[in-house]
């Protein structure tokens, strides 16, 4: 599959989990991060680091130019395995190409953990939680990254 990232470029955005607020973040990115079957470390790694370094914020001149890290924003990583709803037969979504919370689980944690080293400040919401996610958008900007798994 394709692990895949929907960016959103915030003012603020946070998660609500059972009526209790378990992250928020300022002005950076919403990271709706979804993980497919057969991805793996390599993906998450790639995917964290093109989030680091895409240049989506704006310089001085209103010219997309900078990057969460140029900014010294902040990044909000919400694990989504609805990235993956296949809508092709019936009415019904299926998420049969959603990688497993055993395998899924891990690969947000080592994508959270690589985008961290790049200095970003990152908070996640709540594997697996049914989760309130509040987002202020700015622009708005919403891109989608995806990464092929690598061949095997």
Same mark, same amino acid.
């Given at each position: 599959?394709?692990?895949?990232? %929907?960016?959103?470029? %915030?003012?603020?955005?946070?998660?609500?989990?059972?009526?209790?607020?378990?992250?928020?973040?300022?002005?950076?990115? #919403?990271?709706?991060?979804?993980?497919?079957? =057969?991805?793996?470390?390599?993906?998450?790694?790639?995917?964290?680091?093109?989030?680091?370094?895409?240049?989506?914020?704006?310089?001085? !001149?209103?010219?997309? !130019?900078?990057?969460?890290?140029?900014?010294? =924003?902040?990044?909000?990583? $919400? /694990?989504?395995?609805? #990235?993956?709803? !296949?809508?092709?037969?019936?009415?019904?979504? /299926?998420?049969?190409?959603?990688?497993?919370?055993?395998?899924?689980?891990?690969?947000?944690?080592?994508?959270?953990?690589? #985008?961290? /080293?790049?200095?970003?400040?990152?908070?996640?919401?709540?594997? =697996?939680?049914?989760?309130?996610?509040?987002?202020?958008?700015? =622009?708005? $900007?919403?891109?989608?990254?995806?990464?092929?798994?690598?061949?095997?």
């Amino acid at each position: 599959m394709t692990m895949r990232a %929907v960016l959103q470029r %915030v003012r603020r955005a946070a998660v609500v989990v059972d009526g209790q607020r378990i992250a928020e973040i300022g002005p950076g990115l #919403l990271i709706l991060l979804g993980v497919g079957l =057969g991805d793996t470390h390599t993906e998450a790694v790639w995917l964290a680091d093109k989030c680091a370094a895409l240049r989506i914020f704006e310089d001085q !001149n209103g010219k997309t !130019n900078l990057s969460v890290q140029d900014v010294a =924003g902040e990044a909000l990583v $919400v /694990s989504q395995f609805t #990235l993956y709803a !296949n809508t092709q037969k019936g009415r019904r979504p /299926s998420f049969v190409e959603a990688a497993p919370p055993e395998v899924a689980a891990p690969l947000v944690d080592a994508f959270t953990e690589r #985008l961290a /080293s790049h200095r970003v400040p990152v908070q996640q919401g709540r594997f =697996g939680a049914h989760m309130l996610v509040e987002i202020e958008n700015d =622009g708005p $900007v919403t891109i989608l990254l995806e990464r092929e798994p690598e061949a095997r």
